[in-house]
């Protein structure tokens, strides 16, 4: 099974996809974790990348693409996959279905997790107590949220035509939300 997960910051796109990787066996492969690696590490991606996430703003798309190129070349993918934080704009939608296509690896189904923005903040400031990351501030949450109805919102449109996404609540427990997800992707 090969899935792309969408869905706002705090939407439980990370949480739901480490579920569904340990269940199903996939890869998980989320461009969030493989930055703040990088920026952990301190390689010159990581540097050029560290800024831009603090403040809430996509890092380049030729960063991500090379990075994201890099990981499917191993091995795990081929027993199928779930991106989690990419697509997150046009360009890389279609940049994503060019590099599938020559894999001959396409997404058999998008999953849009939906939850008011509400509860994303709150979400939110409740791992920033827990964890600290950079980008859970308020400041940052704000523009995490405006790119994200800017530019990663017409990436639903980009699967909703392909026939292939579904929309899935993601208020509830994480066990009901998987339940969720599974029953979407039978
Ligand atoms: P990400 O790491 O993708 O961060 P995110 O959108 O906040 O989602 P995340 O997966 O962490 O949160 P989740 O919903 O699981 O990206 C971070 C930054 O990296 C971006 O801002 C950007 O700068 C850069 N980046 C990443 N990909 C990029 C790309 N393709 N192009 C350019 N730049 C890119 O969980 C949130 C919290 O909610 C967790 O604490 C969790 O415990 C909690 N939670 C989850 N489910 C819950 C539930 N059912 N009930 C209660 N709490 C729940």
Redesign the pocket.
């Known amino acids: 099974m090969r899935i792309v997960f969408l869905?706002?910051?705090?939407?439980?796109?990370?949480?739901?996809?480490s579920l569904l990787k340990e269940r199903l066996g996939l890869a998980h492969i989320?461009?969030?974790?493989l930055?703040?690696a990088q920026v952990a590490a301190g390689t010159e991606l990581g540097r050029a990348?560290k800024e831009?996430?603090a403040r809430?703003?996509?890092?380049?798309?030729a960063i991500?693409l090379g990075m994201l190129e890099a990981r499917m070349a191993e091995p795990d993918v081929a027993n199928g996959y779930i991106l989690?934080?990419?697509?997150?704009?046009s360009a890389?939608a279609v940049a994503l279905d060019a590099l599938l296509d020559r894999l001959g690896m396409p997404v058999d189904r998008a999953v849009l997790?939906e939850v008011e923005d509400e509860v994303l903040l709150v979400?939110?400031a409740?791992?920033a107590r827990?964890?600290g990351r950079a980008?859970d501030n308020p400041e940052s949450l704000r523009t995490?949220l405006t790119?994200y109805q800017e530019q990663t919102a017409p990436v639903i449109e980009h699967y909703a035509g392909k026939g292939n996404l579904r929309r899935v609540p993601?208020?509830?427990?994480?066990e009901d939300?998987h339940a969720r997800i599974r029953d979407a992707l039978a």
């Open positions: 869905g706002a910051p705090g939407s439980g796109k990370g949480t739901q996809a989320s461009t969030g974790d930055l703040r990348a831009v996430m809430g703003e996509l890092v380049s798309d991500v989690d934080g990419y697509p997150r704009n890389q997790l979400r939110i409740e791992r827990k964890e980008d995490r790119v993601g208020i509830g427990t994480v939300i």
